[in-house]
């Protein structure tokens, strides 16, 4: 058995039963205070202390999984115990192979086991990164409908820490992920001020639209002016960049769509245009070789029959 494809075979289990657990860890729901405390991990502290990670590597990563919106106390625990059992996994079935393969495949063997260990360290970082640009791009899309509802609430006569309770009620079902940040600073703002909590949103998921949006509540808030205008003028400004940004996406699929479209119709057009030519030169091509083929066995038949020259005695 080839000790390459062994490893590959293994690591591929690994990372597909690690994929499941990363999906039952990071999607199970946020707990409230009735419902009691989170219980415990027992297995994920230990499993991330072997594979540590720097302090500004972990606060990059937490500001990664909040973006990602994993706001679990045992999220960043979690996943660094997922990337340390991806890596130790990779360097055990590695080892493993070494010991019972030939001597002569121990360089594939090792580098096979270099290359998995490195994907095995850096996968969940992707993973977790395109999570968090998806949802970032999500919130995007929803603020203009999370500032004309909050907009609609202040002009009906509440006030802004209502405002935007009610604004996550509201939008709930269109943006899950809006109105869980509407929720999460709702409560922030329970617990310490508003301005808090409009600051905590914005250093938290670090948006340049959020943040802006984030500055504008919190001047609103700090200088107690109407920002029910503000508000809707900031929407249709953030509906016209979300509009321009869809059309220079347009533009760039249209461009990066120009060279499989020229190479299709190339092929096509030289086809059509070279193939009857090409066709008929190579029937001319097989009617030459026939007559040529013809001639030869002519004088190779005429060479090994030749004619009987006639005798002496019939002269006369």
């Given at each position: 058995m080839n000790p390459s494809l062994v490893i590959i075979s293994l690591f591929l289990i690994a990372l597909a039963l690690v994929y499941g657990f990363m999906r039952v860890l990071f999607d199970r729901p946020l707990k409230t205070d009735s419902e009691g405390p989170e219980p415990p991990?027992?297995?994920?502290?230990?499993?991330?202390?072997?594979?540590?990670?720097?302090?500004?590597?972990?606060?990059?990563l937490q500001r990664l999984?909040?973006?990602?919106?994993r706001y679990r106390p045992s999220s960043l625990t979690e996943y660094l115990a997922v990337r340390a059992i991806l890596v130790i996994g990779a360097v055990i079935a590695t080892v493993l192979l070494v010991v019972t393969?030939?001597?002569?495949?121990?360089?594939?063997?090792?580098?096979?086991?270099?290359?998995?260990?490195?994907?095995?360290?850096?996968?969940?970082?992707?993973?977790?990164?395109?999570?968090?640009?998806?949802?970032?791009?999500?919130?995007k899309g929803a603020l203009p409908m999370a500032m004309d509802v909050i907009g609609l609430c202040l002009t009906a006569g509440q006030n802004l820490l209502a405002s935007l309770k009610r604004s996550a009620e509201e939008i709930r079902d269109t943006s899950p992920d809006m109105a869980l940040e509407l929720q999460i600073i709702?409560?922030?703002?329970?617990?310490?001020s508003l301005e808090t909590a409009l600051i905590q949103w914005a250093d938290r998921l670090d948006i340049p639209e959020v943040r802006s949006l984030a500055l504008l509540?919190?001047?609103?808030?700090?200088?107690?002016?109407?920002?029910?205008?503000?508000?809707?003028?900031?929407?249709?400004?953030?509906?016209?960049?979300?509009?321009?940004?869809?059309?220079?996406?347009a533009n760039r699929a249209n461009f990066w769509m120009l060279f499989p479209t020229l190479f299709c119709l190339w092929t096509s057009t030289a086809l059509i245009l070279i193939g009857p030519v090409y066709l008929e030169f190579w029937q001319y091509r097989r009617e030459q070789m026939k007559s040529l083929l013809g001639n030869a066995s002519g004088q190779v038949k005429r060479s090994n029959n030749p004619t009987t020259?006639?005798?002496?005695?019939?002269?006369?």
């Open positions: 991990d027992v297995f994920a502290p230990d499993l991330a202390a072997m594979l540590p990670a720097l302090p500004e590597t972990r606060r990059e999984l909040w973006t990602a919106g393969a030939p001597i002569e495949q121990l360089p594939i063997v090792l580098g096979f086991g270099a290359a998995l260990a490195f994907l095995g360290f850096s996968m969940p970082r992707v993973i977790l990164s395109s999570l968090a640009s998806a949802r970032a791009n999500r919130i709702h409560q922030q703002a329970r617990m310490h509540l919190v001047q609103s808030d700090r200088l107690g002016t109407d920002m029910v205008n503000t508000l809707l003028e900031v929407a249709e400004s953030q509906r016209v960049l979300q509009r321009q940004r869809a059309e220079t996406q020259p006639p005798a002496s005695g019939d002269k006369n």
